[in-house]
């Protein structure tokens, strides 16, 4: 079984700090996803990275694939209350097309 | 249209009643996916589709739960004789092909068994 498990759980830090957050499996994945989740909607993918050792930037926000395709990682600099919700990393097995998801972050940026 | 709809948003049933629910994916999107989300985090893999041919069912309790994607009409997702613990939300997502690796998900209907 697929497990892809997140840390922290839970984040609540001051408008204005940087954050990582670490998706962390014992399986390789051919492709791992990020989204957000925010009350009474589905996710919203953020990014998606293929190649171990990838680096992808959206703004403020720098996400990592690891060299070994089993890890990644989402850094926030500079939070801003717009980024509170729920952080889920999702990954995609190789030779399978569903996705495993993460056990979740929720953060929470306060002004 | 580039939204994936699914309805009705919410549902009550009693125990043992039977659900069903609803999802039209993004047009020209070939791949469909059925999750359950409980406990707020936690999501289930449960069917996907590859067009109207099932693609991968491993998650589906099968006694019960039933899928279909018919051309020319929504997907569904069928319950049979629902239980307490079926009560969660249930996203539906596609996908244009097996290389796109992005999906769009809907924004769920929550089924509450009572």
């Known amino acids: 079984t697929q497990l892809l498990e997140q840390s922290p759980q839970f984040l609540s830090i001051q408008e204005g700090e940087n954050l990582t957050v670490y998706c962390n499996s014992s399986s390789v994945f051919s492709s791992l996803q990020w989204y957000r989740q925010e009350p009474g909607e589905g996710p919203v993918l953020l990014v998606t990275?293929?190649?171990?050792?990838e680096v992808k930037k959206l703004k403020r926000l720098t996400f990592q694939f690891g060299d070994a395709r089993k890890d990644s990682s989402l850094h926030i600099t500079a939070a801003q209350p717009g980024d509170t919700g729920l952080y889920l990393c999702?990954?995609?097995?190789?030779?399978?097309?569903?996705?495993?998801f993460g056990t979740g972050t929720r953060l929470l940026v306060s002004p | 249209g580039e939204e994936v709809a699914q309805t009705p948003k919410h549902l009550v049933r009693g125990e043992g009643q039977k659900a069903k629910l609803y999802c039209a994916p993004i047009k020209g999107h070939s791949y469909v996916f059925w999750y359950q989300q409980v406990l707020k985090n936690e999501f289930k893999f449960l069917i996907s589709f590859q067009n109207e041919n099932v693609f991968d069912e491993t998650g589906m309790p099968k006694e019960r739960f039933s899928a279909k994607c018919l051309p020319n009409s929504p997907c569904s997702l069928e319950i049979q004789a629902t239980k307490l613990e079926d009560s969660a939300v249930y996203f539906c997502a596609s996908s244009q092909s097996r290389q796109d690796y992005g999906y769009t998900f809907g924004s769920g209907t929550r089924l509450t068994v009572v």
């Open positions: 999702a990954g995609v097995g190789t030779g399978f097309q569903k996705l495993v």
């Open positions: 990275v293929v190649t171990g050792g």
